[in-house]
């Protein structure tokens, strides 16, 4: 093992942060990060689907066949969303009420089947459970920061606090669809160029 | 008939799946650098975003509902729709060669498509007929198509471009994508 587990854990975190340096997952990125709340709900429960599929996919690497690993990658991913599913039903209603379908779509997002298919698939369990944490918390982080954004822009609040006071007037745009875009985008660039330094 | 004019103009240019609903911005800009790639994934998905809809409808109606599955519904679909992409691989590459030539290399990418198992769940939180459940899978296909050709449209102007550095590929991508999604938002006037 050339890496330690604390590097699989912090090389989510900013070498190989999910949206921003692998352009996976965006399709939840960009629609749940209308407010900070919804953005780490759906980072959450991400994460917790990303560090379970990581460890029984590693758990099982040397029993599922390999001309079939991506269809038992995905079959293990969709039972651990439907326990999100689930568990959020149950525990968290209004959010899971904001998420809507975008919580069984965790099933198509690519970073999770990225990091079986990538990683969990050839490395120890221990590690598997590091680099799904890592990768989970680094996704979170970055839909937060995107929620924030556009929350704070878009709507004048954050965590639905007040933050600019009455006269201040919301920029719509940054809520609806194009703001999502160009928000992501810019913030890309700024972690091109702090990057580059 | 009225209705459904308005369910195909409203799938594909109101809500349309990319711009407005967010579904589907991997392939979206992935397969957008070059014209013939956007073309090819475009078609792709209108192939199997509609077989997909007919499947997944007559499975979540006549099964899951009847026998109260719902909660399994995440699993049959994804089950239904990458065991779909892989059938539709293997009948087009023995039955008609020169479309798996061009579609070929899409159609494994089409199985992480959010898109696709987008537009099922749709069709069955909208408790949409089955004739709805096609005819909207048809039209959201479209939209998908639409917006991938003009975007690659774009994006082969931008290359030719000077940005500057820390804006480069994904980044003045997004907005870009940004400025045509701006364009979409014209037609919510007509809803």
């Known amino acids: 093992m050339a890496k330690t587990l604390t590097q699989e854990f912090v090389k989510g975190l900013w070498e190989e942060v999910p949206p921003f340096r692998l352009v996976l997952g965006l399709c939840p990125v960009l629609a749940v990060t209308t407010t900070v709340e919804n953005g780490i709900g759906m980072g959450i429960a991400t994460t917790f689907v990303l560090v379970c599929a990581n460890t029984l996919v590693s758990l099982l690497r040397n029993i599922i066949p390999s001309r079939v690993r991506i269809a038992c990658f995905i079959l293990i991913i969709a039972t651990f969303v439907t326990l999100v599913e689930l568990l959020m039903q149950a525990f968290a209603y209004p959010l899971f009420l904001a998420l809507g379908i975008f919580i069984p779509l965790i099933v198509v997002n690519c970073v999770v089947l990225g990091r079986s298919e990538a990683f969990a698939s050839k490395n120890r369990p221990i590690n598997a459970i590091a680099d799904g944490l890592g990768i989970g918390i680094g996704f979170t982080l970055s839909l937060g920061a995107l929620g924030a954004v556009r929350e704070v822009l878009g709507n004048g609040t954050f965590l639905g606090m007040e933050v600019f006071g009455p006269s201040f007037v919301p920029f719509t745009f940054m809520i609806e669809a194009p703001g999502a875009f160009v928000g992501l985008g810019l913030m890309l660039c700024i972690m091109n160029f702090i990057g580059k330094k | ?191």
Do not use: H
């Not at chain 2, 696709?116 to 939180?125: E, K, Q, T, Y």
């Open chain 2, 1 to 191: 008939m009225g209705d459904y004019i308005v369910l195909i103009i409203g799938s594909i240019f109101i809500n349309n799946i990319i711009l407005a609903q967010y579904l589907g911005a991997c392939p979206f800009l992935g397969t957008t650098k070059k014209m013939e790639t956007a073309v090819g994934m475009g078609f792709a998905v209108v192939f199997v975003m509609t077989m997909a809809a007919i499947i997944t409808w007559v499975i979540s109606t006549f099964f899951l509902t009847k026998f109260g599955l719902q909660y399994l519904r995440t699993i049959a679909f994804i089950l239904v729709i990458a065991s779909l992409v892989q059938f539709v691989e293997m009948f087009l590459r023995k039955s008609i060669p020169s479309l798996y030539a061009g579609l070929g290399i899409f159609l494994p990418l089409i199985t992480t498509n959010c898109a696709v198992m987008g537009v099922c769940l749709i069709n069955i939180n909208e408790e949409f007929t089955f004739i709805q459940a096609l005819v909207s899978a048809i039209s959201y296909a479209i939209g998908f198509g639409f917006a991938l050709i003009l975007f690659a449209g774009v994006r082969e102007r931008i290359v030719l471009g000077r940005v500057p550095k820390p804006l480069q590929d994904t980044s003045i991508a997004l907005v870009t994508a940004g400025v045509l999604s701006m364009a979409f938002f014209a037609f919510r006037g007509m809803a």
